[in-house]
């Protein structure tokens, strides 16, 4: 059993930061890709940024220069450092990984965690 769990959401004002954390736990052999998404409500679930297990990053054009995503392949953890936070930045944070188990690779999905951005 794979677990993401996710931590470090709240409420910032304008210009504030913000880090995520997310730990994968359980039988885990590797883990590959890792990403943020987020939703905001009435809106469909986006990707924030990713980053492969080799440390290649992608950031969605909203964030980029602003959000920064980083990993700890020893711990299965993966981190968004999230600077110069805006309105439309609220939303529910979604970390997302693809997994390796004894059974293969999985793709699994945290539970979310709340960043709310108001004055």
């Known amino acids: 059993q794979v677990q993401l769990v996710e931590s470090g959401g709240g409420l910032v004002q304008p210009g504030g930061s913000l880090r995520l954390s997310c730990a994968a736990s359980?039988?885990?052999?590797?883990?590959?890709?890792m990403a943020w998404y987020r939703q905001a409500p009435g809106k469909q679930r986006e990707l924030v940024a990713a980053?492969?297990?080799?440390?290649?990053?992608n950031y969605a054009d909203s964030v980029k220069g602003r959000f920064t995503i980083s990993r700890d392949n020893a711990k299965n953890t993966v981190y968004l450092q999230m600077n110069s936070l805006k309105y439309e930045d609220t939303a529910v944070y979604y970390c997302?990984?693809?997994?390796?188990?004894?059974?293969?690779?999985?793709?699994?999905w945290g539970q979310g965690t709340q960043v709310t951005v108001s004055s």
């Open positions: 359980g039988s885990i052999f590797s883990a590959n890709a």
């Open positions: 997302n990984a693809d997994i390796r188990t004894v059974v293969g690779y999985n793709n699994y």
């Open positions: 980053i492969t297990s080799s440390g290649n990053t």
